[in-house]
């Protein structure tokens, strides 16, 4: 299971949320261990059956001007019960002042409170953001992951047979670079697959009898990029004349990564073989096929046409020659 310490949560946000920490590093050690945020309005109402308290917990208006309302016997009550929970941390927004028994009682229970100037939506949907990143399924592969017309190819097959080589070849034709021999993957909303470089790696790749790389350095900064979707995996492999490799493209190799589905292209590769213009095609022919246009079952529904109206495959291609020598 997944978990963020409150300080790794505190350390990546200070920034960019705004946050400032009014009591002590108390909970600092605690863990995180779901993506989604909390507003404890109702526990503080003394309902706490369903409380997950396990969540960051975030103070906003409402809860503001309801603890306000209270006496402050009623306030010291009712939170100590809610700040009783091993809570991660609070984060009150708005710049808004809190009665002193919340301090108080946060103190007691070792509870780390922040505070943001951001309104409670923007937190939120900021907050969130970063914590379905942090909390996405993950795994890594070992291949390359290149930019392709805006497609992400990743090159996958053994060790030694040319996925570096074949990177570098598509980012000296203007290509970009996502990562080299280590291919970090997550899993993002809506089935989406992002890769991405360790920060030991980004934009460095290894050339056998070269050495390290420094691709940013050497291309410039348009040829790389920091992350990419993957939507075409290519299996790279040593030409066998005992396989049967795909000739038309009508029936389209599924793989599954995290549990989305990913097209794979089979490709045989030998000495002589360009297989960096065969990359390209592959990219655009992708994107024609995102685009609703798949050649291949274009090509076979007029070729199943044509043989209903009883006209010879043959004849197809003297009608061809027919119209050349016109």
């Given at each position: 299971?997944?978990?963020?310490?409150?300080s790794?949560?505190?350390?990546?946000?200070?920034?960019r949320?705004?946050?400032?920490?009014?009591?002590?590093?108390?909970?600092?050690?605690?863990?995180?261990?779901?993506?989604?945020?909390?507003?404890?309005?109702?526990?503080?109402?003394?309902?706490?059956?369903?409380?997950?308290?396990?969540?960051?917990?975030?103070?906003g208006?409402?809860?503001?001007?309801?603890?306000?309302?209270?006496?402050?016997?009623?306030?010291?009550k009712?939170?100590?019960?809610?700040?009783?929970?091993?809570?991660?941390?609070?984060?009150?927004?708005e710049?808004?002042?809190?009665?002193?028994e919340?301090?108080?009682?946060?103190?007691?229970?070792?509870?780390?409170?922040?505070?943001?100037?951001?309104k409670?939506?923007?937190?939120?949907?900021?907050?969130?953001?970063?914590?379905?990143?942090?909390?996405?399924?993950?795994?890594?592969?070992?291949?390359?992951?290149?930019?392709?017309?805006?497609?992400?190819?990743?090159?996958?097959?053994?060790?030694g047979?040319?996925?570096?080589?074949?990177?570098?070849?598509?980012?000296?034709?203007?290509?970009?670079?996502?990562?080299?021999?280590?291919?970090?993957?997550?899993?993002?909303?809506?089935?989406?697959?992002?890769?991405?470089?360790s920060e030991?790696?980004?934009?460095?790749?290894?050339?056998?009898?070269?050495?390290?790389?420094?691709?940013?350095?050497?291309?410039?900064?348009?040829?790389?990029?920091?992350?990419?979707?993957?939507?075409?995996?290519i299996?790279?492999?040593?030409?066998?004349?005992?396989?049967?490799?795909?000739?038309?493209?009508?029936?389209?190799?599924?793989?599954?990564?995290?549990?989305?589905?990913?097209?794979?292209?089979?490709?045989?590769?030998?000495?002589?073989?360009?297989?960096?213009?065969?990359?390209?095609?592959?990219?655009?022919?992708?994107?024609?096929?995102?685009?609703?246009?798949?050649?291949?079952?274009?090509?076979?529904?007029?070729?199943?046409?044509?043989?209903?109206?009883?006209?010879?495959?043959?004849?197809l291609?003297?009608?061809?020659?027919?119209?050349?020598?016109?």
């Amino acid at each position: 299971m997944k978990s963020l310490t409150v300080s790794k949560l505190f350390e990546d946000n200070i920034e960019r949320l705004k946050l400032e920490l009014l009591n002590d590093e108390v909970s600092f050690g605690r863990e995180v261990t779901e993506p989604d945020l909390h507003r404890p309005g109702l526990a503080m109402t003394g309902f706490v059956e369903v409380f997950t308290y396990q969540r960051i917990q975030i103070i906003g208006n409402t809860e503001t001007e309801y603890l306000k309302k209270m006496s402050s016997a009623q306030r010291k009550k009712a939170l100590s019960v809610v700040l009783s929970f091993e809570i991660p941390c609070f984060i009150i927004t708005e710049n808004n002042e809190l009665p002193k028994e919340f301090f108080e009682t946060a103190a007691e229970n070792k509870i780390s409170v922040f505070r943001t100037s951001f309104k409670t939506t923007k937190l939120m949907h900021l907050l969130s953001d970063y914590m379905d990143n942090r909390f996405a399924p993950s795994i890594t592969v070992h291949g390359s992951l290149v930019d392709v017309y805006g497609i992400g190819l990743m090159f996958t097959g053994r060790s030694g047979i040319g996925k570096s080589e074949i990177a570098l070849d598509l980012v000296e034709r203007g290509h970009r670079l996502v990562t080299d021999d280590i291919v970090q993957i997550a899993r993002k909303a809506e089935g989406v697959l992002i890769g991405f470089a360790s920060e030991m790696l980004q934009h460095h790749m290894e050339i056998r009898g070269v050495g390290i790389v420094d691709v940013r350095s050497i291309f410039g900064i348009r040829s790389i990029r920091m992350q990419k979707r993957i939507e075409v995996e290519i299996q790279l492999e040593e030409w066998n004349d005992d396989e049967n490799y795909e000739r038309i493209g009508l029936d389209e190799t599924i793989t599954e990564i995290l549990d989305v589905e990913l097209p794979v292209v089979r490709l045989p590769i030998f000495p002589g073989k360009n297989v960096t213009v065969i990359a390209e095609v592959i990219a655009l022919h992708q994107l024609l096929k995102v685009n609703g246009y798949n050649p291949a079952k274009e090509f076979n529904e007029r070729l199943i046409q044509r043989m209903q109206n009883k006209t010879h495959p043959s004849d197809l291609i003297y009608q061809h020659l027919d119209r050349d020598t016109e």
